[in-house]
């Protein structure tokens, strides 16, 4: 058997009830992982495991009617407010912030019965695509310590990998939990934009921010969802659609599959492209049809979600200012000189080079060349997707077009980590919600991610289908 | 340019960090021009994905947040410290710039 940091929630949750194992007992082995793994790994900004175990011990066995987190270790990416704790967002400019609030999330995981471990490291304010912009250094992929875990959900991605936790929360904006939970080989769901709240979510781009659950299964993406989904008053883009029974079942013999044609040509690695391939083949007896479909403007996808989102994250950091949150940059004689140092000295270059672009896409002269551009390719994009739905109930793709890179590869050139975001930037421009789940092929000892993409607050198809695959 | 979009967003830059991010900001630009290929004249922008219906949460007593020195550190006496504004002579006072031909 396993050891309790390796399991799921499930199965976890299962021996809690039958008084196999104390919620302290997997506490316990949580922490003896992170002891192991951290120094390399990196994965936590933010360890509570005293307070974890504190919490585990005075927790009595759960009963049937427990709630589904009930004694879990579950870690919190380190953008997601958590009350009195430390929320950095990776940035030296909020690396005094502690939140006196909780996220809704946070509040909906702790409801759930959830136990936080810790807060997980990640791209500087969410942006990036290899885990190496944090102001508290890098984040290394556990399969192999060379690589990057991607980004900008890294740490979450990393700590379910290694047994540092045993589930988590990232946010994803473009990508930033399915593409690590590929690098890493979990599973990764991005919800529907609207189906979970963002309130106490660090804002990146808010026409795209979604949290999502990073885990070990499919199962367990599940569970996830069903804990943190539903309408907030404080959001009022969290939407008020019925959340329904997540958990899946394997039956998909109604199920159209639409393979997205684009995603599967030039700049997809071969083998990652086989690895794909070959869980479809596996599927399509089961299926009602497999069939290709064509998204013709998702080539434009990455142009046009840079564009969004580095205006919006420009306008979204403006609050950053030495007056608020944290770091100031002191003896400046005027205000305005406070302004530019503390952000020049609290933010790093990735952050820099969005807000700089961001502020270029939103200058005058130039809104309507890059940002209403960007705006009106979104449009086709959905468009395309709408389309694409009238014949399929779920697309499937690959969440990343290679494995895991080096650390380093891709850190001077932009261009080139932004291509990291190719196939999955699309379904966030539309909004829909999509899981990356890992192919049952390694490419050269490493994981690689099947995404699956499903219609508008659809989640139960994409998990339905998700799990079918998991079952092969 | 990038001088001026450093200014825009209260960004301070150092002249290394103006020629790198000059020469990154130039390619990416470029890269954003293939867009341009398309004929958008008839498409409406999204600027958001979902119907958002505006609706207000009741108006009801809350708690209030006991956050003050969480979310601004530099309190002093009860107020926001910042340094001294009122005796800045006008000329120090420079307008926000937003075209970008200016420079």
Redesign the interface.
Known sequence: MSELCDRTIHELGAGLRQGEFTSSDIVKSVAARITAREPRINAYITRLVDQALEQANNLSRPSADSPALYGIPVAIKDNICTKGVLTSCGSHILS??????DAFVTERIKAAGGIIIGKTNLDEFAMGASNETSYYGPVRNPHDETRVPGGSSGGSAAAVAYGGAIAALGSDTGGSVRQPASFCGVVGLKP???RVSRYGLVAFAS?LDQIGPLTRDVTDAAIMLQAIAGRD??D??S??APVCDFAPAADVSGIRLGLVKECFGEGLDPATGDAVQSMVKAIAPRCKQVAEVSLP?VQ?AI??Y??VCMAEA?SNL?RY?G????L?VEG??????????T???G?N?EV??R???G??GL????IEE?Y?????????I?RDFEQAFRDVDVMIAPTTPTPAFKLGEKTTD??AM?LADIYTAAPS???LPAISIPCKTRVNGLPVGLQIIGR?FDEKTVLKVAYAFEQL | ??RK??K???????DD?IE??GE??D???A??Q???A?D?KS????????D????C??DERRET???LP?????LKYGY?Q??R?ID?AAD?R?PVH????DE
Request: aromatic share 14%; hydrophobic share 35%.
């Open positions: 005094d912030f502690v939140s006196p609030y529907t934009y609207g026409s008053l404080n009022s883009t939407v008020d403007h434009f142009q046009t840079y564009m420009s403006a200012d007056v608020r949150y944290g100031r400046c004689p005027t205000l305005e000189e406070q302004y530019e140092r952000r020049g000295t933010f270059d820099k080079r807000i700089l672009l502020t270029f200058s005058k002269g130039s890059y209403g551009t960007g705006q009106k390719v979104r449009t086709l959905r932009p261009l932004y421009l539309a909004g508008a | 340019m990038v979009l450093g825009l967003s209260r960004l301070a830059l150092n960090e790198r991010f990154q900001t390619r990416i630009i890269y954003f293939s867009l341009k398309l958008l498409v409406e922008p999204t600027s958001h994905v979902i958002v219906e505006c609706w949460r009741p947040l006991k956050c969480n979310l601004f550190p530099y926001f910042v340094p504004i800045e120090k420079r937003t075209e970008l031909s």
